[in-house]
T-cell receptor, first 114, second 111 residues
Framework: KAGVTQTPRYLIKTRGQQVTLSCSPI?????VSWYQQTPGQGLQFLFE???????NKGNFPGRFSGRQFSNSRSEMNVSTLELGDSALYLC?????????????FGPGTRLTVT | SQELEQSPQSLIVQEGKNLTINCTSS?????LYWYKQKYGEGLIFLMM?????EEKSHEKITAKLDEKKQQSSLHITASQPSHAGIYLC???????????FGGGTRLMVKP
């Protein structure tokens, strides 16, 4: 079974621009979660989508948004990029609908904002 | 996260030695995940432990969840260079897919 895939793997953007990252979950998984990892703040939860609906949201500004498609693929968008948005963005997929289950992470997208 | 404390922050061991990494939660855990990460890469799933206390093993890695202490430990027996990396614990506090992660433990194994 193919793992979680993320595209692109690397991205360089300029302050003020916007960016869209993509995540394809493991086949059959309906939940996709997004995380931001930085040296200062560590790994932080952004949001989770399940069946095209945002189910949980972390403490991030509204510039960070996401969506999920009917095939469970998910995208996250960051508008008006700031230098502090430079990070490794990871997505994870899970088949869990309620309790239990395992979350599997993709390789991440390294975003650099200059 | 201050809710989830990992210790030690870094660890250097000689190949063949055993080691333990701890993860302590200030809140009641529903589940606890262990992951390994190579620098700048994605997280590799190791184990998930559910509330009520659980112990799981895979190859040379054993993880336990102590419900009374809200603490989990990851033990590696006879460490190898391939065990080197960053170990992260992630807490599930609400039976959902929103994990809170500890700060990580950077493990180096000297040949």
């Amino acid at each position: 079974k193919a793992g979680v895939t993320q595209t692109p793997r690397y991205l360089i953007k300029t302050r003020g621009q916007q960016v869209t990252l993509s995540c394809s979950p493991i086949s059959g998984h309906r939940s996709v979660s997004w995380y931001q990892q930085t040296p200062g703040q560590g790994l932080q939860f952004l949001f989770e989508y399940f069946s095209e609906t945002q189910r949980n949201k972390g403490n991030f500004p509204g510039r960070f948004s996401g969506r999920q498609f009917s095939n469970s693929r998910s995208e996250m968008n960051v508008s008006t990029l700031e230098l502090g948005d430079s990070a490794l963005y990871l997505c994870a997929s899970s088949s869990r609908t309620g309790s239990g289950g395992e979350q599997y992470f993709g390789p991440g997208t390294r975003l650099t904002v200059t | 996260s201050q809710e989830l404390e990992q210790s030690p922050q870094s660890l250097i061991v000689q190949e063949g030695k055993n080691l333990t990494i701890n993860c302590t939660s200030s809140k009641t855990l529903y589940g606890l995940y262990w992951y390994k990460q190579k620098y700048g890469e994605g997280l590799i799933f190791l184990m998930m432990l559910q509330k009520g206390g659980e112990e799981k093993s895979h190859e040379k890695i054993t993880a336990k969840l102590d419900e009374k202490k809200q603490q989990s430990s990851l033990h590696i027996t006879a460490s190898q260079p391939s065990h080197a990396g960053i170990y992260l614990c992630g807490a599930d506090y609400n039976a959902g897919n929103m994990l809170t992660f500890g700060g990580g433990t950077r493990l180096m194994v000297k040949p």
